[in-house]
């Protein structure tokens, strides 16, 4: 009997020990779901705004390409991997090769167009192309006549001859023909229009140079000039129109002066001219 005694001690023993080894799991499970739950709030929201913080690249970098180009500038910049900035740098590249002209597309210097030169060249060129417009007269040839009036005071380089309008002798170097107001001024020659001046002596005056170092010079002219300088004139062609004399020739009436030189030494007018 006694021996039965001591056996269900002993299983009471173990049992009590069981039975506090439980309920230290037990009370150690409620304690620790019980510091779970009471996590702080503070420690929630670090939590959450770190994985905030680990997703907004992604997002941001997501959402930029949507942005509108006047926004973008007030957004921050957002670190890129090595592979976006390759993207961006190709994209910067592509809108560069946008805005730039293709080298295959720039003009080389064959392809300048010659209109586009500099006025001194363009002048020198029309100063040239004029030269070879035109036939230079030389000694072999004659000239015709301005116009057709009679000669009211004559050519005469060497003698004095009389001049009514300021009651003196001169010597003159050129022929005075008498011709209406508004009667038709021809050029004697082809040539280019070297000057035209206006003075009081001499009124509209126009100077033609014919080449070959020949000039003829037309005065006492109406304003309207049919030419400007710088015109290549044929033989024949009406360059303008008699004027009223000056005060330096109204006594003899309306009509032209004209000259001839040659190597800037005046001719008599009448030799160069073809016969009438």
């Not at 060249?121 to 035109?134: L, R």
């Not at 044929?234 to 004399?245: A, D, E, L, S, W």
């Amino acid at each position: 009997m006694k021996k039965n005694k001591n056996i269900f001690q002993q299983k009471g023993f173990y049992f009590a020990l069981y039975s506090v080894v439980v309920g230290i799991a037990i009370l150690a499970s409620v304690v620790t779901y019980s510091n779970l739950y009471s996590l702080s709030p503070r420690q929630t929201q670090i939590a959450k705004s770190n994985q905030d913080e680990l997703t907004k690249p992604v997002l941001n970098n997501q959402s930029k390409s949507y942005l509108a180009p006047e926004d973008r500038n007030e957004k921050e910049s957002v670190p890129t991997s090595p592979q976006n900035k390759s993207l961006d740098s190709s994209k910067n590249k592509s809108i560069f090769e946008t805005a730039s002209p293709s080298p295959s597309l720039m003009p080389t210097p064959t392809d300048i167009d010659d209109s586009k030169q500099t006025p001194t060249e363009n002048n020198q060129d029309n100063n040239e192309d004029n030269t070879q417009s035109f036939n230079s007269f030389d000694d072999n040839q004659k000239m015709e006549w301005p116009v057709f009036g009679e000669i009211v005071m004559d050519y005469d380089n060497e003698n004095l001859v009389y001049d009514k309008t300021l009651e003196q002798y001169r010597t003159n170097d050129g022929i005075s023909l008498s011709a209406q107001v508004g009667d038709q001024v021809k050029a004697t020659a082809d040539g280019i229009v070297k000057l035209i001046t206006n003075t009081p002596e001499s009124g509209n005056t126009i100077v033609i140079d014919h080449g070959n170092d020949w000039t003829t010079t037309y005065s006492q002219l109406q304003d309207d000039l049919l030419v400007n300088e710088g015109d290549i004139v044929k033989k024949g062609q009406v360059i303008g129109g008699v004027n009223t004399p000056t005060k330096y020739g109204i006594l003899l009436g309306s009509h032209l002066d004209f000259k001839i030189a040659h190597e800037d030494n005046y001719v008599d007018p009448k030799l160069i001219m073809v016969e009438r």
